[in-house]
């Protein structure tokens, strides 16, 4: 279990999952304000990209974006009928982690979306309005009404989000990136040790999502008692 490589491979699930879920964070906050705004336009783009993103299985969308270089070879960026300003090879910028950030990361920010919209539209509309009327300003009635009560409902989905997410990173070793999983392939390709090696892997699934969920219970209980 504590093998050099088992570790560098437990070390990128980690990391990806921390740059996913926070891509999936920033941009699904983005959508979800999006999606309750009275701009139809706004709200009609992000319903496009959560049905979207929601309905294409993740594995396909890595293996779209590992591949996105046989679709476009060559990556610029030039002036409208004027000079090149930046120009690289597709397969350079859109390495096998980049394709992972960006099948995880775009994946999960449709999911996170629909979570905060639902999580900001449960509280109650008539106590903003007599926040309002009280005279507090935008930002302190989020802070102070909107917000704690949102968390209570946001949190448990989005703690289940990210161990949904902890697991899910194993579909990136088709792409050949070098994290749990697909470490303990390499090593049981080499040693044909394959059941050892995916009982370490999954010790090490097991501990992650148990840490994950002992923060999720405390995280739960902060927010059911008041910030």
């Known amino acids: ?12 699930t980690l990391e990806l999952t921390l740059a996913a879920m926070a891509m999936g964070l920033l941009l699904g906050t983005a959508l979800a304000v999006m999606r309750l705004s009275a701009n139809l336009l706004l709200s009609s783009l992000a319903w496009l990209y959560i049905w979207f993103f929601r309905s294409v299985p993740v594995l396909v969308q890595l293996i779209f974006w590992y ?5 476009y070879p060559q990556i610029e960026l ?8 930046y120009g690289a090879s597709t397969n350079a910028v859109i390495t ?4 992972a950030l960006a099948g995880l990361g775009l994946a999960q920010a449709a999911y996170t979306a629909e979570v905060i919209r639902a999580g900001i539209a449960s509280v109650p509309r008539g106590q903003t309005r007599a926040a309002k009327a009280l005279g507090m300003r935008p930002a302190t009635i989020f802070r102070r009404i ?3 009560q949102a968390m209570r409902v ?6 289940n989000e990210v161990i949904s997410m902890v697991k899910g990173t194993s579909l990136v070793s088709v792409i050949a990136l070098a994290d749990l999983l697909y470490t ?4 049981y390709a080499r040693t044909y040790e394959t059941i050892p090696l995916l009982i370490v892997a999954s010790l090490w699934y097991l501990i992650v999502v148990s840490v994950l969920s002992v923060g999720q219970h405390f995280l739960e209980r902060h927010y059911r008692h008041g910030v």
């Open 146 to 148: 909107v917000f704690p």
């Open 67 to 71: 591949n996105f270089g046989a679709l």
């Open 78 to 85: 030039r002036v409208p009928f004027g000079p090149l300003l």
């Open 96 to 99: 096998p982690l980049t394709a």
């Open 184 to 187: 303990a392939q390499l090593i």
């Open 1 to 12: 279990m504590l093998d050099r490589q088992i570790l560098a491979g437990l070390a990128v």
């Open 154 to 159: 946001i949190i448990p989905p989005v703690g």
